[in-house]
């Protein structure tokens, strides 16, 4: 291996123009999402203008329903991951050690442990806006309006939801936790 054959070097082993723009762009981009992280309501709002708009293209071009299914999808992914313990009580046994971290309670009289998300807030709204920038990007490649009765896929869509829902809340009340928290109940004394 030669010395320029590494990515982004050129021949005499110094980055080259192109692998410094990237890695400062990609430096500004964290930047930019570790400054975001603390106003997690400006987030989402800029998620749901973000969706908006990308439904109004949607309606106003009359296509692109294949990937927007998809992205429905994708979204319904990422928020049951959201919902999801990340460790899921089912697949713990009775006599496994705690080792592995926190885990649910599963009895009335144990300690409080909060719930721990399979997929936490930011990585959630991090993956469904990055999906809503892909699937805006798609629309404009004529290469993805698949024609498609429309009708059947938001049909199916309801189906899939309401059945994956369903499943989930039951798995909520069998192992008795509820993902949105907030803290432990504090009591207070009658004085």
């Given at each position: ?93 009775e006599g496994e050690s705690e080792d592995e971290g926190p885990a ?88």
């Amino acid at each position: 291996m030669s010395e320029g054959d590494s990515v982004g070097e050129s021949i005499h082993g110094k980055p080259s123009a192109i692998g410094r723009f990237f890695t400062r762009l990609g430096q500004k981009y964290q930047s930019w999402l570790d400054k975001s992280t603390p106003f997690s309501s400006m987030r989402w709002a800029a998620t749901l203008l973000l969706t908006a708009i990308y439904m109004i293209r949607v309606y106003i071009l009359q296509g692109w329903y294949i990937v927007t299914y998809a992205l429905g999808i994708y979204h319904l992914n990422l928020f049951i991951a959201f919902l999801s313990p990340k460790v899921d009580p089912s697949l713990l046994d009775e006599g496994e050690s705690e080792d592995e971290g926190p885990a649910l309670p599963t009895k009335q009289n144990e300690e409080f442990r909060p719930f721990i998300r399979r997929l936490p807030e930011f990585k959630f709204w991090h993956s469904a806006t990055k999906g809503i920038v892909i699937a805006m990007i798609c629309t404009f490649f004529e290469a993805f309006n698949v024609p498609v009765f429309w009708p059947i896929l938001v049909m199916y869509f309801i189906m899939l939801f309401c059945i994956t829902m369903k499943r989930q809340i039951k798995h909520m009340i069998k192992y008795r936790y509820l993902p949105f928290t907030h803290g432990k109940r504090q009591y207070r004394e009658d004085t």
